[in-house]
């Protein structure tokens, strides 16, 4: 009888309701073939949280300290020994920080294969994670970027990554899931106060400069006039919460520009919306765009690397950090009748299913695992 792979998942922070991709990787596992162990660098599950579908989960709960410095390798100790007990023979790191740790503890641990994803655009633009990468790399060693444009970015800044040792998969969603959680039309509105007569553009996302809602927030300002029943709603909290209102109240849009804070699950409100914005300077690969596509929203992207091939053959694309051209793919949807916002919506939620499908996910992560 053929033992068990033995696979480690290890993350930064706990907190799988935000590491759903993780999570998906492992429902992607038969779990007679192998045996999974997820394992967080900071923080513990409280009560009622939610916990990850591994067959074993381990909490270091490491404070930020103990993984700087020479506190460091005491961390690194412990790593090692809970990594030789256990005999892993596959390890997925999410993120630099446990990347980082494990390029040094595979000079010591007998690994077959060892996979770095990276989520985000710029994770290696630090000089210091470039030669990180490029001093520790081993033969044994896959990297994922979860689009192209990430996987691009990777071998840009490390010269030790090449099309051999670096991939894409993509970022994609459960649809099922998706649709069971996502509330009517009405229902999302009336959750969030939004008049059931107007058309809303709706965007989802942390409030912070590469978000670009400045710019959403202009575009509604250029077109409030012609468009008395035009309304954007912004769901998300972050730093700019105070810069953005004083935005909206210096421009009297209080009546056309909703900022409704920070909603857990906001995959549940989607449908609230007429149309998705997604005004990003920068992204890896947007899961709340993927989210809004599974409600057959229309989208509005900025066109960058990341959103592009996801929506042009869908969406409206506009330059970011230009107000006037997003106003522009707005007023696109606004002078299309109903129909035509339904149809859209449609072939988005057609070219999701085809190409950001869970299932492809889970099926090219267990391909690459079973590559040992």
Known sequence: MTSKLRILQIQNNFNVNESDLAEQIIKGLDGD?????????????????????????VYFDFSSKQLKGMQRYLALYRLYRFCKDNAFDVVICHRFKPTHLFLLLNRFLSFRLCVSVTHGLGDFDRRYRQKAVNRLIQKNWRFVGVSEAVKNDLVKHCNSLNDQNTLVINNAIDIKRAHAVQHTREKAREMLSIDHQRFVFGTIGRLVPVKGHKYLIDAARLLKDKYPDMQVVIIGGGRLDQTLQ?????????????????????????????????????????????????????TIGSDIPSIRPVIEK???????????????????????????????GKEHLAYLQANHAIEDYRRQYRQLIEQV
């Open 314 to 344: 869908v969406g409206q694309l506009a330059m970011p950090e230009d107000a006037e051209a997003l106003a522009q793919a707005m007023e696109k949807y606004l002078q299309m009748t109903p129909e035509a916002i339904t149809h859209s």
């Open 33 to 57: 073939r192998f045996d999974i162990t997820t394992a967080f660098l900071k923080k513990k599950p409280r009560e009622g949280d939610q916990l990850s579908a591994a067959h074993r989960s």
């Open 246 to 298: 004083k935005q909206i109240d210096e421009h009297q849009l209080n009546d056309v520009v909703k900022l409704v804070g920070w909603k857990d699950n906001a995959l549940q409100y989607v449908r609230a919306f007429d149309v998705f914005a997604l005004p990003s300077l920068s992204e890896g690969m947007p899961i709340s765009l993927l989210e809004a596509m599974s409600g057959a929203l229309p």
